[in-house]
């Protein structure tokens, strides 16, 4: 069965993104992960944050087996539980707050043709692994599925 046939517009985001803001390190570069499922590509653009130029893009293909795995992480109806939350929500220790990331983190926004209009937030919270919001959960498998990837072996990703 081809994977994308599993694909429901009305149901899974189209695109996605994390883009990272850095302000603790020296890092010359920052990052953007952007997920196309109608192309089946992720891209890594890294960008020189002086300049705003791409210095080096990296671009996968998507296999079956990681659409299959990709595809319960992209449904909208998670991430809508999300939207318009009051400000601060997610510092609540009760919420799943387990600290924070020092100076970085990620914005991150997806697209989809459900009815529902962009979303975004920022990414700027640890959670404890059994109350990760969807978001968390579709970073880390982009992590476990990328890192090891000998194009980014050497980059400094925060994840």
Request: proline share 4%; net charge neutral; hydrophobic share 35%.
């Amino acid at each position: 069965m081809d994977t994308l046939s599993k694909f429901n517009v009305k149901k899974h985001m189209c695109k996605f993104g994390f883009e990272l803001y850095d302000h603790a390190t020296l890092n010359p570069n920052r990052y953007n992960i952007l997920c196309d499922l109608y192309q089946k590509t992720i891209v890594f653009e890294f960008i020189n944050i002086k300049t705003e130029e791409i210095v080096e893009t990296f671009g996968f293909r998507l296999n079956e087996l990681q659409i299959n795995s990709l595809l319960p992480l992209m449904e909208c109806e998670k991430y809508e539980l999300y939207r318009d939350l009051p400000n601060g929500w997610e510092w609540d220790i009760n919420n799943g707050n387990r600290g924070y990331r020092d100076g970085w983190g990620y914005k991150f926004w997806y697209l989809s043709e459900s009815g529902h209009p962009l979303f975004q937030t920022y990414m700027d919270c640890i959670f404890d692994k059994k109350q990760l919001p969807p978001y968390e959960k579709l970073l880390n498998w982009v992590r476990n599925n990328f890192k090891n990837k000998k194009e980014l072996k050497n980059k400094d990703m925060l994840w």
